[in-house]
């Protein structure tokens, strides 16, 4: 064999290791890239958790669109459902359950007429029976979606009382769904706390006075004292805003 042959076969050796190498390196970054569009791509469950999310947004946009007031009372409420809920050491599927269910509770509100929603003076009986239908107007909004089933049913019970002479059904005692009972508390203390244009909120012990005076007939009275007693914790963290696990920012407490 020549020289020149040799050196010729050498390079040709040499060019065939560098195709190689570079065939394993193209080869190793699309394994890469597939693996990061793998890693970055949302499980079944991510999606369905994201378009859950997106759905209750999208419905409290417009209870928000309906009356601000609602809309801020029922973020409130559910904060407040969310500090009895780890009171009680609700596991954290429950917690979310009854966060969901709380922002949800007044959501038939957005069938009421502004003329009865929005008056600021005392209403006649005929408006308060129409008032008294929200409840049921959010379990027929919510209904049809079975991934909000239970917080229909959460909802529609949350102006029953504990002695049976509440609404729209009149169930007593421990037949009204847990998390109704919580809402109506939760819901009751906002009412009476929060500031509106033409009355001032109430101080916090007033309040609590009014939960204990109340406690057996309108409120289950062992679920008072947890309310109270997760109310009297958040006040010592001197906290002005709270947040959610479902609806992202920082949200005031006080209503005003
Ligand atoms: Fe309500």
Known sequence: ???????????????????????????????????EAIKNTPSIKQIRKEYFELSIKTLLSALKCKDDYTWGHSLRVAYLCVSVGKEMNLSPDEIYELEVSALFHDLGKIGVPDAVLKKPSRLTDEEFLEMKLHPSKSYEILQDFPIFSKMAINA????????????????KGEDI?????IILIADTFDAMTSTRPYRKGLPFDVAFAELREFAGTQFDPMLVEKFISSMTKEQTKG??????????????????
């Open 156 to 171: 529609k019970y949350h102006h029953e009382r504990f002695d049976g002479r509440g609404y729209p059904e009149g169930l």
């Open 1 to 35: 064999m020549t020289k020149k042959n040799n050196v010729f076969q050498l390079s040709a050796i040499k060019e065939k290791r560098a195709l190689k190498l570079k065939e394993e390196a193209d080869a190793l970054s699309k394994a890469a890239l597939v693996s």
């Open 239 to 256: 906290e002005d805003t709270f947040k959610l696990q479902v609806i992202d920012g920082d949200f005031k407490k006080d209503a005003a």
């Open 177 to 181: 769904p847990l998390f109704s009972r």
